[in-house]
């Protein structure tokens, strides 16, 4: 009986971690450490409003590790969220050279753990929502976590492969966008 319900619990688990994974369907992390400015809004110098692409290339300017995995599409977003109402309006994975392949053995392109991602929303408020809600599913799973950084509309997903001092330099990076 014990371990019906125990595989029962697992299996609910793992949908529930789809639905907040990555770029490629597999489970997401738990949030470490956020970081919201409700009420602002990160924009490009341009004045466009801010999408995945280009807050990744300032993050990247900040973070030579990191580099452009995927960007996701309707066509491939595994979570189905991109475009719809509070959800995320761009999305692009990326991965940290500083992560040991040995680390991911068993990972997809585009996955949290290979890099991280770069979420961005219609608003603060979802961003932060978006936040919560991965640190919700899987806070009771310790090993599962990530470091999930908001600045204004944009998520910044950050492998927990990482030390915190080398996330750290994405958060930094984050603080930066607009």
Do not use: W
């Given at each position: 009986m ?11 688990l ?6 907040c ?6 489970s ?6 956020s970081?919201?400015?409700a009420?602002?809004?990160a924009t490009?110098?341009?004045g466009k409003p ?8 300032q ?6 590790s990191a580099?452009?995995?995927g960007?996701v599409?309707a066509?491939n977003d595994?979570n189905?969220l991109l475009g ?13 050279s500083r992560?040991?392949?040995?680390d991911?053995?068993?990972t ?16 603060p408020?979802d ?20 470091y999930d950084?908001v600045?204004?509309?944009?998520l910044?997903?950050v ?9 750290a330099?994405y ?5 930066g966008l607009?």
């Amino acid at each position: 009986m014990n371990k019906t319900l125990s595989t029962a619990a697992t299996a609910l688990l793992l949908a529930t971690l789809a639905a907040c994974s990555s770029n490629n369907g597999s489970s997401s992390l738990n949030q470490r450490a956020s970081d919201g400015k409700a009420g602002t809004s990160a924009t490009p110098a341009a004045g466009k409003p801010l999408d995945a692409s280009a807050a990744f290339m300032q993050i990247s300017g900040k973070v030579a590790s990191a580099k452009l995995s995927g960007t996701v599409t309707a066509a491939n977003d595994p979570n189905h969220l991109l475009g719809r109402p509070g959800q995320y309006t761009s999305k692009v994975t990326f991965t940290d050279s500083r992560i040991k392949a040995s680390d991911v053995e068993g990972t997809q392109p585009g996955d949290v753990e290979r890099g991280g991602a770069v979420e961005v929303f219609g608003s603060p408020s979802d961003a932060q929502v978006r936040a919560k809600y991965i640190q919700a599913v899987t806070k009771s799973l310790p090993a599962l976590t990530e470091y999930d950084y908001v600045n204004g509309t944009a998520l910044v997903r950050v492998s927990h492969d990482l030390t915190p001092t080398q996330a750290a330099a994405y958060k930094t990076a984050a603080d930066g966008l607009g």
